[in-house]
T-cell receptor
Framework: EDQVTQSPEALRLQEGESSSLNCSYT??????LFWYRQDPGKGPEFLFTLYSAGEEKEKERLKATLTKKESFLHITAPKPEDSATYLC?????????????FGQGTELSVKP | GAVVSQHPSRVICKSGTSVKIECRSL??????MFWYRQFPKQSLMLMAT?????????EQGVEKDKFLINHASLTLSTLTVTSAHPEDSSFYICSARGPSGAYNEQFFGPGTRLTVL
């Protein structure tokens, strides 16, 4: 069964304390892995797309990496405004009409 | 680019009434849009896939007669919650498949908070 698992469920950091979020998946024949940021009461905001193992993408304090079984979202020197829930998603193995399978998310809290 | 809007952002209605939510892709054409529901502290739950000019495809367990979806143009999909009841209260979010077509990125609207009294 296609599955996306994110860990940890919640992460509390002090401002400036770097860390990583994990997204592991079991879909075979990966056709992209997507990272989103969701603020409370808002829709998810697209961050990155990764397509092949070894690929890396960066945006400000965020860097996403991809292996054959998992992806990491590295947060370097986070600031309070980075507090949000981070979601990862992959297309299902049959790539049915672009449907995505979402992980449960990691709720990140950055304290000043 | 790839901006999706939703209207209204919040709606409060009485039990038994119907509510329509609009989802628009503002700067690209979206042949495929998706409707999600999200409960507090939970991830997104896909309700249905909406394809322009054809009937929506509903996920298992989603009542198609309660949640009517219309994708009449390449930039607009609507979700109508018919005869709404308090248990339909939730956060509804739409998304559109990205303009590239070949990829599977989805771009999300800001969401609609529905409260049924």
């Amino acid at each position: 069964e296609d599955q996306v698992t994110q860990s940890p469920e919640a992460l509390r950091l002090q401002e400036g304390e770097s860390s990583s979020l994990n997204c592991s998946y079991t879909v075979s024949g990966l056709r992209g892995l997507f990272w989103y940021r969701q603020d409370p009461g808002k829709g998810p905001e697209f961050l990155f797309t990764l397509y092949s193992a070894g690929e890396e993408k960066e945006k400000e304090r965020l860097k996403a990496t991809l292996t054959k079984k998992e992806s990491f979202l590295h947060i370097t020197a986070p600031k309070p405004e980075d507090s949000a829930t981070y979601l990862c998603a992959v297309p299902n193995r049959y790539n049915q009409g672009g449907k995505l399978i979402f992980g449960q998310g990691t709720e990140l809290s950055v304290k000043p | 680019g790839a901006v999706v809007s939703q209207h209204p952002s919040r709606v409060i209605c009485k039990s038994g009434t119907s509510v329509k939510i609009e989802c628009r892709s503002l700067d690209f054409q979206a042949t495929t849009m998706f409707w999600y529901r999200q409960f507090p502290k939970q991830s997104l739950m896909l309700m249905a896939t909406s394809n322009e000019g054809s009937k929506a495809t509903y996920e298992q367990g989603v009542e198609k007669d309660k949640f009517l979806i219309n994708h009449a143009s390449l930039t607009l999909s609507t979700l109508t919650v018919t005869s709404a009841h308090p248990e339909d209260s939730s956060f509804y979010i739409c998304s559109a498949r990205g303009p590239s077509g070949a990829y599977n990125e989805q771009f999300f609207g800001p969401g609609t908070r529905l409260t049924v009294l």
